[in-house]
């Protein structure tokens, strides 16, 4: 089957022109905005539909998130939204409480966020750090297999 997709991109004569042309790919970006009544809602949804590319968009007013699935650079979805409604726009900073390991450490909770959600802590030494302090940690990795240096009880 790949094969098959190679050659025809090879031998596509719709494009017009002999260069290949890479397609974006179809994926979901979550933006946080915030919107406090259905005019703003109104304003965020128009600014995102009139893009190329653009499949699908949901908002979620209350937790101030607006989920467009599309062929679109997120990037772009961020800057379109901020220019086009005059709203601070940023990427969803946000990932649901169960994918953390330890969601109450700091740096990670945040009152902000929606319910259900925690912050994203994507650099290593903040979330080494958090965790090195956390009085929930020790006690877990206490009695762990992945310690070595860990009491065993038998």
Request: proline share 5%; net charge positive.
């Amino acid at each position: 089957m790949g094969a098959l997709d190679h050659l025809s991109n090879i031998f596509d004569c719709s494009s017009g022109g002999s260069r290949l042309k890479k397609r974006k790919q179809l994926q979901t970006v979550e933006i946080k905005v915030k919107m406090d009544c259905e005019g703003c809602e109104r304003r965020v949804k128009k600014a995102v539909e009139g893009m190329k590319g653009v499949k699908q968009v949901d908002v979620d007013r209350k937790a101030h998130k607006v989920t467009v699935v599309g062929y679109v650079d997120p990037g772009k979805v961020v800057s379109r939204v901020a220019h086009r409604t005059g709203k601070k726009a940023e990427i969803w900073p946000y990932v649901p409480y169960d994918v953390v390991d330890h969601p109450y450490a700091p740096g990670v909770y945040d009152r902000k966020a929606p319910a259900g959600y925690v912050r994203n802590v994507q650099d290593p030494q903040m979330s080494y750090l958090t965790r090195a302090s956390s009085t929930e940690v020790r006690y877990t990795t206490a009695f762990s297999d992945e310690n070595p240096a860990a009491c065993s009880i038998m």
